[in-house]
């Protein structure tokens, strides 16, 4: 049914299974769903799903990182025949210190499929380096994964850069345990909002880049 899509194709994904997923995607197009709407009715719904059970506990980073990369295999099939280019440069980083990356990949994967411009910086990535590459890029948003407390304390570090750095109006978002169990840690560094999952995401940096001057 097409109703379960989402739910088989994270099944899919936990399982290690890229054929499984594929057949998920082809079953749901058969059932009705256009490929126009696979994106936004099957697979964010998936990754989200993906995203919420890694920030449970109930994967592993091995399993999640796993996950992660068979999303990676199906995701054009999945993607819109032409994804217009949002203009908007997104510099996504996993915080210094701190090297789990898997919730980067799935969220950054969504968003360039959506049409933004992702220049990611990698793991264990100092301020200094964030500052530098939104020069460069132009990006008006930016996204910190921490994993961990002291990782995410550090965060703050980020907004003060760019602040001093003359980037005061980069958006700045932040994703990982810490920020969701705990809301107060993102205003505390400064952060407009917290990302969760692939669809939140997308959903936020939607708002954000519809603000005036948001888009690079």
Do not use: C, N
């Not at 217009?84 to 990356?101: K, R, S, W, Y």
């Not at 968003?111 to 500052?131: F, H």
């Not at 932040?174 to 969701?180: E, L, M, N, R, Y």
């Amino acid at each position: 049914m097409a109703s379960d899509a989402p739910v088989r194709l994270y099944q899919a994904f936990i399982a290690d299974d890229p054929a499984r997923a594929i057949s998920v995607i082809a079953d749901a197009k058969a059932s009705g769903i256009g490929h126009d709407r696979l994106f936004d009715q099957v697979f964010a719904p998936a990754l989200a799903m993906l995203g919420a059970a890694w920030a449970r506990g109930s994967l592993d980073e091995y399993r999640f990182t796993q996950a992660a990369v068979v999303a990676d295999q199906v995701a054009s099939f999945v993607a819109p025949g032409s994804v217009p280019d949002t203009g908007t440069t997104i510099v996504v980083a996993t915080m210094q210190g701190e090297l789990h990356t898997a919730r980067k990949a799935i969220i950054s994967g969504a968003l360039s499929q959506a049409g933004y411009r992702i220049v990611d910086l990698g793991s264990d990535v100092l301020p200094s380096a964030i500052l530098e590459r939104v020069r460069e890029s132009r990006a008006r948003i930016v996204i910190v994964f921490a994993e961990t407390v002291a990782a995410a304390a550090s965060v703050g570090r980020v907004r003060e850069m760019l602040d001093s750095g003359g980037q005061g109006g980069v958006a700045l978002l932040v994703a990982g345990g810490p920020f969701s169990a705990e809301e107060s840690r993102a205003r505390s560094a400064g952060a407009q909002g917290v990302v969760r999952s692939a669809e939140g995401a997308l959903r936020v940096i939607g708002s954000l880049a519809g603000e005036p001057g948001a888009a690079s």
